[in-house]
């Protein structure tokens, strides 16, 4: 597994690989008198970018970010699940505090809807992301369960806008 951004609450570049003992072996047992798996190491252990990432999991233990998340992950299930009879929503995924809400797509003009939704949510004062006809939202772990219905609240009256 291959992992990024979050390691260093994005701060500082920096990504990971997570493998299992037996892939970690198998790429660094190779053949007596072999170096271990060759690849790049230019900026391997940065210690700026550890740095950052200590620091980052260090925030994460200490105020209980994680268990934070999990709590509030039934509350936020429902806000974003209570946009799924708009016109125009065909779909809603979450999994924790992370949601996706499926546009159906314009004839001819695939993910111009969500597109759309994106720029009105900006103009107020919501940052989303769009991938194609999906509408990602996925908020900080510090989010409140006020801010989990005004980002919602917002996204349903631009949702009920977007033609």
């Known amino acids: 597994m291959t992992l ?35 690849h790049g190491y230019t900026y391997s252990s940065h210690v700026l970018a550890c740095a950052a990432s200590i620091a980052t999991l260090d925030t994460y233990r200490d105020e209980g970010l994680f268990e934070r998340a999990a709590e509030l992950s039934p509350y936020f299930e429902e806000a974003a699940h209570s946009l799924a009879g708009l016109e125009h929503v065909i779909d809603v995924r979450n999994l924790g505090l ?34 194609g006809d999906i509408v990602a939202i996925s908020p900080p772990l510090i989010i409140s369960r006020g801010q989990i219905d005004e980002l919602f609240g917002t996204l349903g009256e631009v949702i009920k806008s977007v033609q």
Do not use: Q
């Open 4 to 38: 990024a951004k979050g390691i260093t609450n994005a701060t500082v570049p920096m990504g990971a690989v997570v493998a299992s003992n037996a892939v970690h072996d198998a790429f660094m047992n190779g053949p007596t008198g072999a170096i271990e798996f060759f």
């Open 98 to 131: 992370v949601a996706g809400i499926e546009m159906a797509p314009r004839p001819g003009a695939p993910g111009a809807r969500a597109y759309d939704v994106f720029v009105a949510c900006y103009e107020a004062g919501l940052l989303v992301r769009v991938t």
